[in-house]
């Protein structure tokens, strides 16, 4: 059953927790980033094939898949293997593929959601019509050059603006976890809170906690307490009410203890976690049981929620799919 994602008013005991059934495809781990936190990078790995696009999409559909997650390094065709490659599989440039591998999801029956980083307002605005949500992560307000040296939260900022500018339904949040002070939390979801009260194009937000990978050189930090935890979520409902808080599950052991102030488990897949391989999800049962012994229903959503379905953030090709959606969950 796919129920729309909660309201402002819904959370709590009795309200549904939702999450999405996704598989994530990979376009290419190459990046030319060296974040300190990230094991997901890689040099000279190439870009996605289509017989292994071809497989993907079995795949999902064998397993019931709605989402379509598709990621990548951050500007990958910085590089020259990328560009290279691109050029012989016939594609002008990242973008042109990235377009092609979502059209495909489309055509399979499944809804894109992409996650390539930062992008400008044309670029967003090129790729929107072949996707119905988009996401890139602020992490922080505050830079911090030791532990992400290419990326400024200036950077990010834009980036999330750019995305209101251009009328894509948005994913972002924050890390948590890996030194930061509760203080600096609290700015970060307040920049959150202000960047989408201009626009409005957040649908969703992730208080992800860092969990350190094979390949990852940054410590571990210590991780919120649940008082924090309770704090920052209690703030972001006021700060941006109908906004649901996401709490990816298999990075936070405690979830079930937050339940109380969470909306969404995110993506859950029976395959592996690509950016968090060390951190598997469990099946959908598990989390089904535990939400209950709380008082909860856990309910599937799409990529695209309920509230941003609607000609100022679907393109022309989605928002048939995206109305039946609606007319689905609320009759």
């Not at 969703?204 to 920052?232: C, D, F, H």
């Amino acid at each position: 059953m796919l129920l729309k994602a909660v309201n402002d008013e819904g959370w709590g005991s009795g309200y549904p927790v939702t999450y999405s059934r996704s598989l994530t495809f990979v376009l290419t781990h190459d990046c030319p980033w060296h974040c300190s936190y990230c094991g997901f990078r890689t040099d000279a790995e190439g870009l996605l094939s289509e017989a292994k696009l071809e497989r993907l999409l079995a795949e999902a559909a064998g397993q019931g898949a709605k989402e379509a997650l598709l990621i990548s390094g951050e500007r990958p065709d910085s590089l020259p293997p990328i560009r290279g490659e691109l050029e012989r599989r016939g594609f002008s440039d990242f973008w042109d593929f990235a377009n092609h591998v979502a059209d495909r999801c489309a055509e399979a029956g499944f809804f894109p959601h992409g996650n390539f980083g930062r992008m400008g307002e044309g670029e967003l605005a090129r790729i929107r019509p072949h996707f119905v949500s988009m996401g890139m992560m602020l992490e922080s307000a505050e830079d911090h050059l030791q532990m992400a040296p290419e990326k400024k939260a200036a950077g990010r900022v834009a980036g999330i603006k750019a995305a209101g500018r251009a009328g894509v339904a948005f994913t972002s949040g924050i890390l948590v976890g890996w030194g930061e002070s509760q203080t600096s939390r609290l700015k970060s979801l307040e920049t959150l809170a202000e960047l989408h009260a201009e626009h409005g194009q957040l649908q969703e937000i992730l208080i992800q906690r860092y969990v350190p990978n094979e390949g990852s050189r940054w410590p571990v930090g210590k991780a919120p307490t649940l008082a924090e935890y309770e704090e920052m979520m209690m703030r972001w409902k006021e700060w941006a009410p109908g906004v649901a808080i996401q709490i990816p599950p298999n990075l936070e052991p405690r979830w079930p203890e937050l339940l109380p102030w969470l909306d969404d488990l995110g993506g859950i897949s029976w395959a592996k976690d690509e950016v968090n391989p060390t951190s598997p999800w469990e099946r959908v049962e598990f989390y089904v049981e535990k939400c209950r012994d709380a008082g909860r229903e856990l309910v599937e959503r799409l990529p695209i929620y309920e509230s941003h379905i609607s000609e100022r953030w679907l393109a022309p090709a989605w928002l048939p799919r995206g109305l039946a959606f609606r007319a689905e969950v609320t009759a």
